[in-house]
């Protein structure tokens, strides 16, 4: 018997099926070992040893592969072929030789690029060993972001509370788009006017010409500066006389991309599909470890993380054969296409993403695929198939007119553009992040010498626009542009930057929160080496030098630290006063900006003595006055409060029409909120309706006291809405809140949608549920609200829970009971409605099957029924001995203490079985909640 290793439980069924009843194949469930959250997991001291621990699910893993290895005839690893794969066959070894199970048994190590059967058959026959470079480079990567995450964080922790975390990539692409905000709020408008000629030729056919040109000198695009310029070549060329001046047309060509990269692949399914990074990344998995099509389990795309752009000759001549057969020989280039990657840093020898065999069709497999799956393999297919494709043939032509006023000659330009032949945009097209059109119309027949009738002269005026804040999609191009990071590494990246709110999706687009403008500010100020694109592309390189074999990866960990640990030293004496005073300077354009009035930014508006400057408080930062107490202004840290007033002053939207009362936009302490009337605090009350708390029971409304003054009414502004783009008809619309959004099917009574002091809510009776993140409370709808009413009072929506009724997988055989997939606070869990057990580290849930949720409920079953041995009572101490007389004070003492203990002791256990419904890590001890926390300075890049 011959064992094979490999990742996932997919993979090794496919793999399997095709080997046969000689080879037991076992999944490793990705990485089963990992450096312990605490201090001492990486010694530099001591050469930069590493301590591995062998995680709860790695355990049994290993403890099922030595089951398996013992009396087997050889250890084949298959896991991936990357530095991960890599590494993860090397843990594999060490753990077992830790076990002393590989004496005398022979090992070999395989990797194969597509899960097909000739691929996994031509990879068996072709052995290697472990390649130690490559592991070396894993090494030297793990240890970089564990003495980053875990030296840098608690820095941030101390300096600036409320930041989550630092890390080597994760900071340097937060920067990236904290520097594209900072250009975007420094950009100054610049205006500019386009003069356009409609002109008709004989035949009455008309077209557009360009003012380019006036008495020999050339017109650029920002020329024309000023209105009364542009309506003086307005005013000549209405009475000018056209004619055409010379005809130009010239043959182009467009050459088609090449095949999908790991990051060429995010970003065209983000551009064209709307997939987040690690959305793509599951798919593309899922893809790759197969899918059953006509009785066999194929993989139907090759491996998905990769910088090459090459194909195999074989998967080549077969891409041409099924052009050929479906759009004919024409489209078919006389040579095959062959690509090199221009990508920085690139190193990963795999073929692009391609499918596997490329006479599968996308209609052919969409049955077998979800909707998702579906549509990224067609991008796939297309996009393969197009790399091969004849190139489209253009004709671009340009026509030079002369427009004459009297003795005065003004130049304008036509241009147009026509497709001759489509070549490979009969199939594809790569999508574009700004959705210009490049390709310009035909333009009429005309010849050198025709005279043109003027039909309209538009006079345009145009303001240059600041670069646009990026996409996930064209922020993964610029790391990759840059060389920061790995292909592989750039979804994570990215969902640890959302993940600890540093910044937020807007339309697409990535918008720096305020916790990251500052930590990115913090690490400018303090570590500005550390967040330098250059020096972290040169370590990236560096890494790679050490997976070609060319330097030592300790050498590099010795490089590193030696500079690291001295800045981090630098800042152990760091007054709070010091890292003020250096964000105060590093965000002044953002928190600071130019008054209307040309007054000081930085005077307080509302005592005139004092000096404004950033605050760091439990609940985040803002803006206050260097007279507090005396004075209590503040405001947000945008300059304008995110309201626009400019020193923090309310931004009157209009009036309401019913009540003819004014309704500003203004900000609070607290954040921005719109109110109906007149002035009043800064800060809106908590509303005096019960609201929901992440699924909590709610509380009872507060009252205010009685004012001789009505207050004015408000609502506080929902995160969906950034307060620039607040106008009067989504105020009124805030101030009419709460609305009724549906009648509920039992009992008839209304639900309600609102806002609360925990954000949005629905109601219904005296039950209330959260909106979700993507859930609008002013465009929710009747199903959704009934859902989330529904699963509350079914018992969802708990602390820590979800209201979503989660992913149904089956029934367990044994019980009968239905076993749900869902997503908890601490990531997905699965339960029978009474036992949940949250999935092991590192699992993709979307592949998660009804046989691992059985093993995986049963095994939290067993864990649950085992009871900690009772505690003895502890002695009596000689403080308890006490004479007669002073009895009576210290039992009633002592009475009194134990019955404070015991309630809260109960209070405890009453939470903590609260956390344990929902999901089951969630009452853990608190050394372990720390370590939870630790871990997370280390997680990712």
Known sequence: MKVVVVESPAKAKTINKYLGPDYEVLASFGHIRDLPAKDGSVDPDSDFAMVWQLEDRGAKRVADIARAVKGADKLILATDPDREGEAISWHVI?????????????????????????AVADAMAHPRQIDQALVDAYLARRALDYLVGFNLSPVLWRKLPGARSAGRVQSVALRLVCDREREIETFVAREYWSLIAVLATREGATFEARLVGADGRKITRLDIGKGEEAQAFKDALETAAFTVANIEAKPARRHPQPPFTTSTLQQEASRKLGFAPARTMQLAQRLYEGTEIGGETVGLITYMRTDGVDMAPEAVSATRAVIGRTFGDAYVPDAPRKYSTKAKNAQEAHEAIRPTDPGRAPDAVARYLDPEQAKLYELIWTRTLASQMESARLERTTADITAQVGARVLDLRATGQVVVFDGFLRLYQEGRDDDADEDGGRLPAMKAGDSLDKREIRATQHFTEPPPRFTEASLVKRMEELGIGRPSTYAAVLAVLRDREYVRLDKKRLVPEDKGRIVTAFLESFFSRYVEYDFTADLEEKLDRVSNHEIDWKEVLRDFWRDFIAAIEGTRELRMTQVIDSLNDVLAPRIFPARADGGDPRACPACNSGRLSLKIGKFGAFIGCSNYPECRYTRQLSGDGEGGG?????????????????????????????????????????????????????????????TPKEKPKRQTLPREFAPDNVDLDIALKLLSLPRTVATHPESGNPIKAGIGRFGPYVQHDKTYASLGKDDSVLEIGANRAIDLIIAKEQGGGRRGGSSDPGKVLGEEPETGKTLSLKAGRYGPYVTDGTTNATLPKGVEADSYTLEEAVALIRARRVAGKKKPPAKKAPAKTAAEKEPAGKAAASKTTAGTARKTTARRTAASKTAANTESDAEPDAAKPAKAARSRTAKKATAGE
């Open 646 to 706: 400019g020193d923090g002053g309310p931004r009157v939207l209009g009036t309401d029409p019913e009540t003819g009362l004014e309704v500003s936009l203004r900000d609070g302490r607290y954040g921005p909120y719109v109110q109906l009337g007149g002035d009043a605090p800064d800060a809106p009350e908590a509303p005096e309706t019960p609201e929901a708390s992440s699924g909590d029971v709610p509380k009872k409304g507060r009252k205010t006291k009685a």
């Open 94 to 118: 060490e753990a077992l030789a830790q076990k002393k199970l590989l004496k005398d048994l022979p090992i070999e190590r395989v990797t194969f690029n597509a899960i097909t059967r000739d």
